[in-house]
């Protein structure tokens, strides 16, 4: 269970106590993790990555060790 807020001034006997929380929760909770970051690569990043294509014609199914 989440501690309640300090800035929590609500009459703990109103009906919207448990949605008081949660807001309380979840605006704690953003401030720990931060500012949302986008995963991964953009696209411009991934088309200068070198790209092979496969061909089983050329592929013998033995790996070549290094």
Do not use: C
């Not at 609500?10 to 500012?35: F, M, Q």
């Not at 953009?42 to 294509?53: A, F, G, V, W």
């Amino acid at each position: 269970m989440f501690p309640l807020s300090p800035y929590n001034q609500h009459d703990l006997n109103s009906g919207d106590t448990n949605e008081t929380e949660n807001y309380e929760a979840l605006l704690s909770l953003a401030e720990r993790l931060g500012e949302a970051k986008p995963r991964g690569l953009t696209r411009n990043e991934i088309d200068q990555l070198p790209s092979y294509k496969f061909n089983p014609e050329v592929h013998n199914g033995e790996w070549i060790k290094g």
